[in-house]
């Protein structure tokens, strides 16, 4: 079986209210990139990976009339794409959902969200989580702006196991301009999106508990020594969600990144920095499975246009992946 995890930038924009694919040669909400061309980019990049289910970071929206599943099964249905069926959870205000689009000959998913969202220790992800950020013995209430999607996903043969679609915080000091403020918003974001994490590992570790096979993926907004803050909060989101203690999820990117000291680490997400005028690279998103799918020969690969040797020698993919979207797909291939 082929999951894969892609953020794909802005796809709500390629829809109308009706959820009609809009395909002409009006700019996308990606620069320099019309709808046609981010439209054909993405369909080429989810033909080329051929995955029985992706789970799709900034997703087209729902809210009002707007509806996450219609847009995606209509752009399915345009491009011909075997995962022409779609699911999301919770909604969200952002006009950026988290949905599964899969094969229905391959599996069946459906939105199954546990815990209470009065929970005080791991609420439901709809709910509110109370957490001391700053050490001031107040606690504070913290919520997800996109609350991460909890599946239930069931295999031909019987065969049952736990998806979580995560889009965790940006740590980015957003509307920020002087340097005390963008240090002030960016620990401020920090210690939310830390918190994000917390709650989720809570969660997971509720499903280790229960024997449960279970994959997390998607975007995190963060790694292993990707900024100078982390220092000051001793680790990163990516290793609060792993878990410091048995049983714990495992992604090999994370421990090339955490290795990598002279060598380049893996990356995922490619940005353009407009007042340097250059490219920044990082890694963002995951794919982390549980220790039982260990014994199920789990193969991870990041389809990145410039690293990875087959997407860089097939041009037309190479092309469509960077016009695509600013993240690349992160792919497991495992014997379920």
């Known amino acids: 079986m082929r999951l894969a995890s892609y953020n794909i930038e802005w796809f709500d924009a390629l829809f109308d209210d009706d959820g009609a694919l809009l395909i002409d040669d009006r700019w996308s909400a990606r620069r320099d990139v019309t709808r046609a061309e981010q439209a054909r980019a993405i369909a080429t990049v989810l033909r080329a990976v051929d995955a029985d289910a992706v789970m799709l970071i900034e997703a087209p929206d729902t809210s009002g009339r707007r509806s996450t599943v219609r847009a995606l099964e209509t752009f399915a249905a345009s491009f011909d794409l075997r995962t022409r069926r779609a699911v999301i959870g919770f909604p969200n205000r952002t006009q950026q959902e988290i949905a599964l689009l899969f094969d229905p000959e391959t599996m069946a998913a459906h939105h199954d969200p546990g815990g209470r969202p009065d929970d005080a220790e791991a609420p439901r992800f709809d709910g509110r989580f109370r957490i001391d950020l700053d050490v001031d013995a107040s606690r504070d209430t913290v919520v997800f702006s996109k609350p991460p999607l909890e599946l239930m996903v069931t295999l031909p043969g019987g065969a049952a196991l736990r998806l979580l679609g995560v889009h965790l915080k940006s740590k980015a000091p957003h509307g920020a301009r002087t340097r005390d403020e963008i240090m002030r918003l960016a620990i401020a974001n920090r210690r939310k999106q830390l918190a994000q994490a917390i709650w989720l590992r809570r969660r997971v570790a509720g499903h280790l508990a229960a024997g449960e096979p279970l994959i997390v993926m998607g975007d995190l907004n963060d790694g292993p020594g990707l900024d100078e803050y982390e220092n000051l909060f001793g680790r990163s989101s990516v290793e609060i969600v792993l878990g410091d203690e048995a049983p714990r999820l495992y992604d090999p990117h994370v421990d090339q990144a955490l290795a990598a000291r002279l060598t380049a680490a893996p990356t995922t997400a490619r940005f353009h920095i407009q007042p340097d005028d250059r490219y920044l690279q990082a890694l963002l998103d995951y794919i982390m499975i549980s220790p039982d799918l260990m014994s199920h020969n789990p193969r991870w690969r990041i389809w990145h246009p410039f690293d990875d040797p087959g997407?860089?020698?097939?041009?037309?993919?190479?092309?469509?992946?960077?016009?695509?979207?600013?993240?690349?797909?992160?792919?497991?291939?495992?014997?379920?």
């Open 311 to 336: 997407c860089w020698s097939r041009p037309q993919l190479r092309d469509a992946l960077i016009t695509a979207s600013d993240h690349f797909p992160v792919v497991l291939d495992i014997d379920l």
